[in-house]
């Protein structure tokens, strides 16, 4: 991806509070920026604002918080990908919802619908990396999980339930990882934003979802998942160790192939 956009939406359910967030990160090839908006989960409010940030563009990737599988049907089960990133991590990174409950459902039905209108009012690429849901590059982000992953002993956070994914997102930009993980990405460009000025929590959750559709759309990055959904975490590199070490545990305990490398050389084989 030498220059382009991706999309990362925090999908909410309230309809009163604007609890919902699209973020569309743009790289040229020389400067990266973002533009940030928070929406309820009322019509047409959501779709307006989804097709204002998206409307006639293309985008590379799109990542969603919110539980997707192949054909965007209700899951209504416990999936690998949330068993994968609770057992053992749970401790030091959170867990991700469980799609079976009656509010995984509920978001679940919430984020198909952010899914129908971006792909109705923007033009988002093919999928050309493994563990594809659809022909289009949509994937499933989860921020606490994808935030945790890349910090040395999280658990020394003290993070709870409700503070959790915006400290670790402090402690990340603050320490530089969030900003050495575009780089990486997206290597020679500079910065028109600091990662820091980003203070509203669910903005956060959007720009992290940003970040899991553009590790997508370069080809670097870890799944977590099956044929129930994937949910995408960074890429190897910027995994710690520890909880590497750990997520291989979950996977051996799992009667499928549930955590899958991708990296950029296996992209441009595909293609």
């Not at 990266?32 to 309820?40: K, T």
Request: charge should be positive; aromatic fraction near 6%; include cysteine.
């Amino acid at each position: 991806m030498k220059s382009g956009s991706v999309i990362g939406i925090d999908v909410g359910y309230s309809q009163a509070r604007r609890s919902s967030a699209i973020c569309r990160l743009d790289g040229s090839e020389t400067t990266i920026s973002w533009e940030i908006l928070r929406f309820r989960a009322a019509e047409p409010e959501r779709e307006n604002a989804i097709a204002l940030i998206a409307k006639g563009r293309h985008i590379a990737a799109a990542a969603f918080d919110g539980p997707i599988r192949r054909g965007f049907d209700i899951i209504g089960r416990y999936r690998t990908a949330e068993r994968m990133l609770t057992r053992r991590l749970r401790p030091m990174i959170g867990k991700p919802g469980q799609s079976s409950a009656p509010v995984g459902k509920l978001l679940n039905q919430h984020t198909n619908a952010c899914v129908g209108h971006l792909v109705t009012h923007a033009d988002v690429q093919n999928a050309a990396h493994g563990v594809a849901i659809d022909r289009k590059a949509l994937v499933e982000a989860f921020p606490s999980s994808f935030l945790g992953m890349m910090i040395d002993k999280p658990a020394s956070l003290a993070a709870r339930r409700g503070n959790r994914s915006d400290l670790f997102f402090k402690h990340l930009a603050t320490t530089s990882v969030l900003r050495s993980l575009i780089e990486h990405c997206l290597p020679g460009r500079q910065l028109e934003s600091n990662l820091s000025s980003v203070v509203n929590h669910d903005d956060r959750a959007a720009v992290i979802c940003a970040l899991t559709a553009l590790c997508v759309a370069v080809g670097d990055f870890v799944a977590a998942g099956d044929d129930d959904g994937w949910i995408i975490l960074p890429p190897r590199r910027f995994i710690q160790s520890e909880q590497w070490a750990l997520l291989n545990i979950n996977a051996l305990e799992e009667n499928v192939e549930s955590l899958y490398i991708q990296e950029p050389e296996k992209i441009a084989e595909q293609r």
